[in-house]
């Protein structure tokens, strides 16, 4: 299994526990701002905000609270300005890494960065430097339980989709990134619950870490995701599932 779809797993499942935090309203709302501020205001017109505000649902957020959040964006309210930004660079054992992040500071965002990476045995590098390594794609993810693999393959084939994948709870489907709202779009008239839906970036290529690396990748994975400006971050480590799971459970 590659780095992407093994972080992926554990990422969902981290997310499900932020939720409980609360701190997943403030990845959410920062989402559902920026949205807006790029896309317009209007759900039905900007599918990007259209998700944002599928997941807020998703995790209870109040209703007031998103519609704060658009107005934000679109400047109907005051509120500090919120920016995508990309840092590239590397982990332990030469893993390439793109984290990417919504931060009202950039400075103090590229800070906190450099210093996880370096606490965790890696370094941070020059814009472009990994990011070739990585392909954007759409991903959705449909509840293994409800479906048959053969059924739902064939009607994400038909649909777009071009790679199809079994994971333990989910079905995960990816697109080209273009296609994603279509493929979507389509399983649905089909009758498909579609769990979630946002683009991902695959690796061309994997490292494969063990031992002390494998750990310290880990740990590094999940500073990082802990990190209030981070949304996503991507890596091209390769470890063992055994691995993962022990150094999980300790």
């Not at 793109?98 to 370096?118: A, M, Q």
């Not at 990994?130 to 449909?142: A, E, N, P």
Request: some cysteine; aromatic content about 6%; hydrophobic content about 35%.
């Amino acid at each position: 299994m590659a780095g992407h779809s093994q972080w992926a797993n554990i990422k969902f499942r981290k997310e499900r526990q932020d939720a409980k935090k609360g701190k997943i309203f403030t990845k959410l709302i920062k989402e559902i701002t920026i949205a807006a501020r790029l896309g317009g205001g209007d759900p039905n017109a900007n599918p990007r905000l259209r998700k944002a505000m599928l997941a807020a649902r998703a995790a209870n957020m109040p209703l007031k609270n998103m519609e704060n959040a658009i107005k934000k964006g679109t400047g109907e309210l005051p509120g500090m300005v919120i920016e995508e930004v990309a840092y590239e660079g590397y982990g332990p054992g030469g893993v390439a890494m793109y984290v990417l992040c919504t931060t009202d500071n950039k400075n103090r965002s590229v800070g906190e960065i450099r210093h996880i990476l370096s606490r965790h045995g890696g370094n941070l590098g020059e814009s472009g430097c990994v990011s070739w390594m990585f392909q954007r794609k759409g991903l959705i993810r449909v509840p293994r339980e409800n479906y048959s693999e053969e059924d739902l393959m064939l009607l994400a084939i038909d649909a777009g989709a071009d790679d199809f994948k079994v994971e333990e709870a989910f079905y995960e489907i990816y697109t080209p990134f273009e296609s994603l709202d279509m493929v979507q779009s389509t399983l649905e008239e089909k009758g498909i619950r579609v769990e979630s839906s946002e683009s991902t970036y695959i690796p061309q290529n994997t490292v494969r870490l063990e031992g002390k690396q494998a750990e310290q990748m880990l740990k590094l994975m999940q500073a990082l995701v802990e990190n209030d400006d981070v949304e996503d971050v991507y890596a091209n480590f390769d470890i063992d599932e055994t691995v993962m799971e022990q150094i999980g459970s300790a």
